[in-house]
Antibody
């Protein structure tokens, strides 16, 4: 049973960069797509982007200019960077595994990131 | 962008009831539609993929149907652990989630 765990700062200042890492255990990061999804009370669940283990990425057009995903297969980890954050980026951030570029079949527990000065 | 809507936004039901939740896409998504269950403070859990396929380990009282723009999640004989929020999600074009349907106890 694969397990995912998000890690990173819970507080980010406005205009700075949000950085999170997802550690995958109980299975290999290879041969899968991996995603970041966030949730807010106002906008609900929002897909941020995905990365294949080879490094191929796809981003939500609404965030495209600010998002970068990366993968480190040697560490079985993938990461999210979101630049120029505002209070609107305050959310619970989840990492997840995509089954065949479709459903998200495994999720991390989520981590709350607050953007505030 | 493909927009997803769900109805109702919330409902109250009793243990043993049959519950039906609807999901509508703003354009045809074929059968690229998934359903998730989320409990407070927890991550969403995949229930149904490709509109009607039950994820491994999910009880058979959950079922999904539909194609194109209209989809339905049905819970037969609602159990205490089923009180939660349910989301649909399309993946025909990128990924979009519905706003959710909260099922609470009557």
């Amino acid at each position: 049973q694969v397990q995912l765990q998000e890690s990173g700062p819970g507080l980010v200042r406005p205009s700075e960069t949000l950085s999170l890492t997802c550690s995958v255990s109980g299975g290999s990061i290879n041969h899968y797509y991996w995603a970041w999804i966030r949730q807010t009370p106002g906008k609900g669940l929002e897909w941020i982007g995905y990365i294949y283990y080879t490094g191929t990425t796809k981003y939500n057009p609404s965030l495209n200019s600010r998002v970068t995903l990366s993968v480190d297969t040697s560490k079985n980890q993938f990461s999210l960077k979101l630049t120029s954050v505002t209070v609107a980026d305050t959310a619970v951030y989840y990492c997840a595994r995509e089954k065949q570029l479709g459903p998200f079949d495994s999720w991390g527990q989520g981590t709350l990131v607050t953007v505030s000065s | 962008d493909i927009q997803m809507t769900q109805s109702p936004s919330s409902l109250s039901a009793s243990v043993g009831d049959r519950v039906t939740i609807s999901c509508q896409a703003s354009q045809d998504v074929m059968n690229f539609l998934n359903w998730y269950q989320q409990k407070p403070g927890k991550a969403p859990k995949l229930l149904i993929y490709d509109a009607s396929h039950l994820e491994t380990g999910v009880p058979s009282r959950f079922s999904g149907s539909g194609s194109g723009k209209l989809f339905t999640l049905t819970i037969n004989s609602l159990q205490p652990e089923d009180f939660a929020t349910y989301y649909c999600q399309q993946y025909d074009t990128l990924f979009t989630f519905g706003p959710g349907t909260k099922v609470d106890i009557k």
